[in-house]
């Protein structure tokens, strides 16, 4: 009976998630979103997000690369997690700017994108009261090996980073709608400011979505799909626009 106790209350680790079939079985690292290992059902090897393959990503990071002023860097913090209560999170929502740079869908990091360092990223570092309660989220070495950042630091190591990466760079582009007290509150960064230094990205990033890549468009038209056959399906089975209403709604 104790043999049978303990097997019953035996738990798999939460950084591993394993899948078993006939014939394997396979362990999965867990990074806090799904990737090609964890949900082929939803993502082609190689993608980093549903229909979008890594090097999209790159591609996309070395076209703003490319509308930067020479000697500049551009700072994308991710959203902040925002709380209806003390203890209660609201369903995250990802900065869009974050989102389509890096890939990455979490909060807790910032990236930072210059010629001479390519994509530099800060990432959370989690205690395992963190994991216990909030599950695994992507660190360092996701930012590397999932990512593809050419650096990546944890975000304790950003204070001493940017501060030298920013005091070296003749412009500081950010968002200032997504901004982050991790970096605005360094000196550096006040100081580029003061001087006039520290400029919008919106525009560049916004220049960047102008046109869409054939992923892009095959997501798009696939959402839309999905859509029409909400509305055809609601139209079929409703008879009046009270009913329709309701039912959307």
Not at 89 to 117: H, I, K
């Amino acid at each position: 009976m104790q043999f049978l106790a303990r097997n019953l209350v035996r738990r798999v680790s939460r950084t591993q998630v394993v899948s078993r079939n006939a014939y394997s079985t396979q362990t999965v690292r867990d990074i806090g979103q799904p990737t090609p290992a964890s949900h082929p059902h939803l993502m082609a090897e190689g993608e980093v997000t549903p229909g979008i393959r890594i090097e999209e990503y790159i591609g996309r990071r070395k076209k703003l690369v490319e509308l930067l002023p020479e000697n500049s860097l551009a700072i994308i913090s991710s959203a902040p997690v925002k709380r209806m209560t003390d203890v209660v999170p609201y369903t995250f929502r990802q900065d869009a700017d974050y989102l389509y740079l890096t890939g990455c869908q979490q909060p807790g990091g910032v990236a930072v994108l210059s010629d001479e360092r390519g994509l530099c990223m800060f990432m959370p570092e989690s205690t395992p009261k963190d994991i216990a309660w909030e599950g695994e989220v992507a660190g360092v070495d996701a930012a590397s090996e999932v990512f593809k950042a050419d650096q990546a630091y944890p975000i304790s190591k950003l204070p001493e980073i940017l501060s030298d990466m920013i005091r070296h760079s003749s412009k500081v582009f950010h968002n200032v709608q997504s901004a982050s007290q991790r970096y605005t509150n360094l000196d550096d960064f006040q100081n580029s400011a003061s001087l006039g230094k520290v400029k919008t990205l919106s525009s560049l990033t916004h220049e960047l979505r102008l046109i869409k890549s054939p992923a892009e468009l095959k997501l798009m038209r696939e959402s839309a799909s999905i859509a029409c056959q909400r509305v055809t399906g609601n139209l079929r089975c409703w008879r009046n626009l009270q009913e329709i209403m309701g039912k959307v709604g």
